[in-house]
């Protein structure tokens, strides 16, 4: 006997899945909506201890204060280039060694493969202290790359540009070979057309790991005017007082970017994960 389901059911249920999807939501914006408030009030009402969701005034000159008072366009700068260096080197490795991966026999392929995903299972406080002697060595303390480098090969990247790049029938690939053409063109004018959307992954991924990384450069820059800007956030939270309006404001502004980002590749994010999947 096949039961249907009734209109008035579907609809209810319609509205709860909604419900909860909404409820979700609130939960997810509330902290970036708390700062905003947090950055645009009085200062003398961040310390009186009363609890407003809502704000009581509108202090947009907590912006300024906190882009003149700290070198924020010095750390956004720095920020920036650390980022998008990484997401160039790191992206481009990730494509090659998931490729390779993926579509090459070689002697102790999985073997290694499972190397690479074991370092996931690592945590870089436990590395952090002989991972500053090579870069000290390597004289790169104090420097973009002495931050960049360290990281330049995500094994997690590699994990899903190998879990996509398998479903690339290998057929394709066989009939460029016949063809005459190399490996590398191979790679750059087929593999890479049809890799799209994990290469959206990847970026907006590898510039969100590296804006927000806070450990590494900590303790690779030692220059103040180097700082990034999660290093440089963390200068704002004094001793004895914390400044919670400008730390505030310039933790919304860290937020932009990251967000640009994501737009700008959301569709194609949404394609790659579901194209990555469980393979």
Same mark, same amino acid.
């Not at 700290?70 to 956004?76: G, I, N, Q, V």
């Given at each position: 006997m096949v039961t249907t389901t009734s209109p008035v059911r579907r609809r209810l249920e319609t509205g709860g899945l909604w419900l909860l999807?909404?409820?979700?939501?609130? &939960?997810?914006? =509330?902290?970036?909506?708390?700062? =905003?408030?947090?950055a645009i009030r009085p200062r003398d009402q961040v310390f009186s201890g009363d609890v407003n969701l809502l704000p009581t005034g509108? &202090?947009?000159s907590n912006f300024t204060d906190a882009i003149n008072h700290?070198? %924020? $366009?010095?750390?956004?700068w720095n920020s920036t280039v650390i980022a998008v260096v990484a997401v160039v080197i790191t992206v481009s490795i990730n494509l090659l060694c998931g490729y390779a991966f993926a579509k090459f026999?070689?002697?102790g392929r999985d073997i290694l493969f499972i190397a690479v995903l074991s370092a996931l299972m690592i945590p870089i406080q436990v590395i952090?202290?002989?991972? %500053? $002697?090579?870069? @000290?060595?390597?004289?790169? !303390?104090?420097?973009?790359?002495?931050?960049? $480098?360290?990281?330049? *090969?995500? *094994? =997690?990247?590699? =994990?899903?540009?190998?879990?996509?790049?398998?479903s690339i029938p290998d057929e394709l690939l066989e009939a460029a070979r016949l063809d005459g053409a190399s490996e590398l063109t191979i790679f750059l004018k &087929?593999? !890479?057309?049809? @890799?799209?959307?994990?290469?959206?992954?990847?970026?907006?991924?590898? %510039?969100?790991?590296r804006w927000n990384d806070f450990v590494l450069p900590l303790v690779?820059?030692?220059?103040?005017?180097?700082?990034? &800007?999660?290093?440089?956030?963390? !200068?704002l939270k004094g001793q004895y007082n914390t400044e919670w309006t400008e730390l505030m404001a310039i933790a919304l502004l860290s937020l932009i970017p990251m967000l640009v980002i994501f737009v700008f590749f959301q569709r194609q994010l949404i394609q790659g994960i579901a194209g990555t999947g469980l393979k």
């Open positions: 999807l909404a409820a979700g939501a609130v &939960v997810m914006f =509330f902290p970036i909506y708390w700062m =905003f408030v947090t509108w &202090v947009w700290m070198p %924020f $366009l010095t750390w956004a026999r070689f002697a952090i202290v002989p991972l %500053f $002697l090579v870069v @000290s060595d390597l004289g790169l !303390l104090n420097s973009y790359w002495g931050v960049i $480098l360290p990281r330049a *090969a995500e *094994a =997690f990247g590699i =994990f899903m540009v190998r879990q996509f790049m398998v &087929v593999v !890479l057309p049809l @890799s799209k959307p994990i290469i959206a992954v990847l970026i907006i991924f590898t %510039f969100m790991w690779i820059l030692t220059d103040q005017e180097m700082y990034t &800007v999660q290093v440089g956030l963390n !200068l």
